[in-house]
């Protein structure tokens, strides 16, 4: 405990969100979940925006039962399809008044290949595409709720590689680390380009590394891996502990000047340098909207 503890910097806040709606994605499980729990203990109606309905339910009536909130409803939403993910903003669009916070938080680790249903390699197209459409489709309903926040949850992971913008979808080689690497790469420079596009909008945006997490992130990944995991947790993060940077960035006052940042252990940090290329950001961005099919300048 004494190493965990270290390991993570000391944050509180009574910081309340009664009348704010937020949107967390991956809401059922892991830091999404305790995420959820933390956010509707200060008020606010949650959206769990969730692919598997039953273990959304599980985790809808914990939250209940340990926040008293009642104002938490879940939402179909598979980020591996985009006309999921259309059918979920054309919901939320027409029975929302406003969404003030959005926590593009799900996602899928160094998985065996495969590709989302729309042909994107899988975790290019969950853990960055998918949010990059529901960000779009979401935006306008954001703007009118300003001041409003944009959360991506990114990785460290991020500085494991760089952008493979030739073979963005790993049709011609596939590595799972460095796949994974490559879309949270791709998480960090979404956000410093959303970040851009919206000075002056009252929207702000920002991306984080969560800390290694005690999670089911870990179920695709070799057996020795898992069991090391296990044998260093001292060294690693609750789910709780995990999910703290991330309501950090959703309810710290005074971070809008920092807005398109990268944060860990609930505090500004460093990210790569090619994480900080404005040129390779908008290489992406222009990538990113072709292969989704939408015009956003």
Same mark, same amino acid.
């Given at each position: 405990?004494?190493?965990?503890?270290?390991?993570?910097?000391?944050?509180?806040?009574? *910081? +309340?969100?009664? %009348?704010? $709606?937020?949107?967390?994605? %991956?809401?059922?499980? %892991?830091?999404?979940?305790?995420?959820?729990?933390?956010?509707?203990?200060?008020?606010?109606?949650? /959206?769990?925006?969730?692919?598997?309905? *039953?273990?959304?339910?599980?985790? +809808?009536?914990?939250?209940?039962?340990?926040?008293?909130?009642? @104002?938490?409803?879940?939402?179909?939403?598979?980020?591996?399809?985009?006309?999921?993910?259309?059918?979920?903003?054309?919901?939320?669009?027409?029975?929302?008044?406003?969404?003030? /916070? #959005?926590? @593009?938080?799900? %996602?899928?680790?160094?998985?065996? =290949?495969?590709?989302?249903? &729309?042909?994107? *390699?899988?975790?290019?197209?969950?853990? !960055?595409?998918? !949010?990059?459409?529901?960000? =779009?489709?979401?935006?306008? #309903?954001?703007?009118?709720?300003?001041?409003?926040? /944009?959360?991506?949850?990114?990785?460290?992971?991020?500085?494991?590689?760089?952008?493979?913008? &030739?073979?963005? @979808?790993?049709?011609?080689? =596939?590595?799972?680390?460095?796949?994974?690497?490559?879309?949270?790469?791709?998480?960090?420079?979404?956000? +410093?380009?959303?970040?851009?596009?919206?000075?002056?909008?009252?929207?702000?945006?920002?991306?984080?590394?969560?800390?290694?997490?005690?999670?089911?992130?870990? +179920?695709?990944? !070799?057996?020795?891996?898992?069991?090391?995991?296990?044998?260093?947790?001292?060294?690693?993060?609750?789910?709780?502990?995990?999910?703290? $940077?991330?309501?950090?960035?959703?309810?710290?006052?005074?971070?809008?000047?920092?807005?398109?940042? =990268?944060?860990?252990?609930?505090?500004?940090?460093?990210?790569?340098? $090619?994480?900080?290329?404005?040129?390779?950001?908008?290489?992406?961005?222009?990538?990113?909207?072709?292969?989704?099919?939408? $015009?956003?300048?």
């Amino acid at each position: 405990m004494y190493c965990r503890g270290v390991c993570c910097n000391h944050w509180s806040s009574e *910081e +309340r969100l009664d %009348g704010k $709606t937020v949107v967390i994605t %991956g809401a059922n499980t %892991g830091i999404g979940k305790e995420t959820a729990k933390d956010l509707a203990r200060r008020g606010a109606r949650i /959206i769990m925006a969730c692919r598997d309905l *039953e273990r959304a339910e599980e985790a +809808r009536t914990d939250i209940l039962e340990d926040t008293g909130n009642e @104002n938490v409803v879940i939402r179909k939403l598979d980020l591996s399809d985009t006309k999921s993910i259309r059918a979920f903003a054309e919901v939320v669009n027409k029975e929302e008044k406003q969404v003030n /916070i #959005l926590i @593009n938080n799900a %996602g899928i680790m160094m998985c065996p =290949y495969s590709k989302t249903v &729309d042909g994107f *390699e899988m975790q290019l197209g969950v853990n !960055h595409l998918g !949010h990059v459409l529901l960000t =779009y489709l979401l935006l306008d #309903l954001i703007k009118r709720s300003a001041p409003a926040r /944009i959360v991506v949850v990114a990785s460290v992971a991020h500085t494991w590689t760089g952008l493979q913008l &030739d073979d963005i @979808n790993s049709e011609k080689s =596939y590595d799972a680390m460095k796949a994974y690497g490559q879309s949270k790469l791709a998480n960090v420079l979404f956000a +410093r380009s959303l970040a851009k596009r919206l000075q002056g909008t009252g929207v702000s945006v920002f991306s984080l590394h969560p800390g290694v997490v005690q999670s089911d992130l870990w +179920r695709h990944q !070799h057996q020795c891996i898992q069991v090391a995991v296990k044998i260093f947790k001292i060294f690693t993060k609750t789910t709780v502990e995990g999910a703290q $940077t991330t309501i950090y960035c959703a309810v710290e006052p005074g971070l809008e000047s920092l807005s398109g940042g =990268y944060f860990s252990d609930c505090a500004p940090a460093r990210c790569s340098r $090619t994480a900080s290329d404005d040129d390779l950001a908008q290489k992406l961005w222009e990538v990113s909207c072709n292969m989704l099919g939408i $015009t956003w300048q």
